[in-house]
T-cell receptor, first 111, second 116 residues
């Protein structure tokens, strides 16, 4: 079983749609949680961290359920520029803050 | 600030050749990392360095060596390249952005390596 699992998609949605991505992780001792965005042939970049109480950044909402070891990302009012691969990321408790990446979920927003 | 820089951006090697991928960061971060990314596999950690003078193996270290030359630089060496090492390689450093409560990982632009 992979440590971090995501639905690979692809998700093809029209502009303005709401889309949700899910992610599960296997290590119950995982400490921090993030969503990264990766554009085609580019490096990953931090989209947002995920707090236990849930958090929102504009059109993006992230949720964490520690009991179920489940993370979600909701994108409202999708824009063409949201087309990318979204990576679920979990860190361990070590001093080096190793990150474990999911394989990513590909999103294409259609005009 | 340039952030994390990597050289080269592209490289083609023949089986058995060696090469070194260079990485540098100007954000004064202690931790640095090397990943490889293959289709459908996500990013996998090759080696990391928690601080200057220390290095540790990640998930897929076989066939690679690293050197943490100083706080800024962390290089990855392929001693005898194999076709299975064809991949995109990303270097990263980890640090806290001013005002944030968490550490963020910053990535370089990647090196696209093909081994024939």
């Amino acid at each position: 079983r992979k440590e971090v699992e995501q639905d690979p998609g692809p998700f093809n949605v029209p502009e303005g749609a709401t889309v949700a991505f899910n992610c599960t992780y296997s290590n119950s001792a995982s400490q921090s949680f993030f969503w990264y965005r990766q554009d085609c042939r580019k490096e990953p970049k931090l989209l947002m961290s995920v707090y236990s109480s849930g958090n929102e950044d504009g059109r993006f909402t992230a949720q964490l359920n520690r009991a179920s070891q489940y993370i979600s990302l909701l994108i409202r009012d999708s824009k063409l520029s949201d087309s990318a691969t979204y990576l679920c990321v979990v860190t361990d408790t070590g001093s080096a803050r190793q990150l474990t990446f999911g394989s990513g979920t590909q999103l294409t927003v259609l005009p | 600030n340039a952030g994390v820089t990597q050289t080269p951006k592209f490289q083609v090697l023949k089986t058995g050749q060696s090469m070194t991928l260079q990485c540098a960061q100007d954000m004064n971060h202690n931790s640095m990392y090397w990943y490889r990314q293959d289709p459908g596999m996500g990013l996998r950690l090759i080696y990391y360095s928690a601080s200057e003078g220390t290095t540790d193996k990640g998930e897929v270290p076989n066939g690679y060596n690293v050197s943490r030359l100083n706080k800024r630089e962390f290089s990855l060496r392929l001693e005898s390249a194999a076709p299975s090492q064809t991949s995109v390689y990303f270097c990263a450093s980890n640090g806290r952005t001013s005002g944030d409560s968490y550490n963020e990982q910053f990535f370089g632009p990647g090196t696209r390596l093909t081994v024939l």
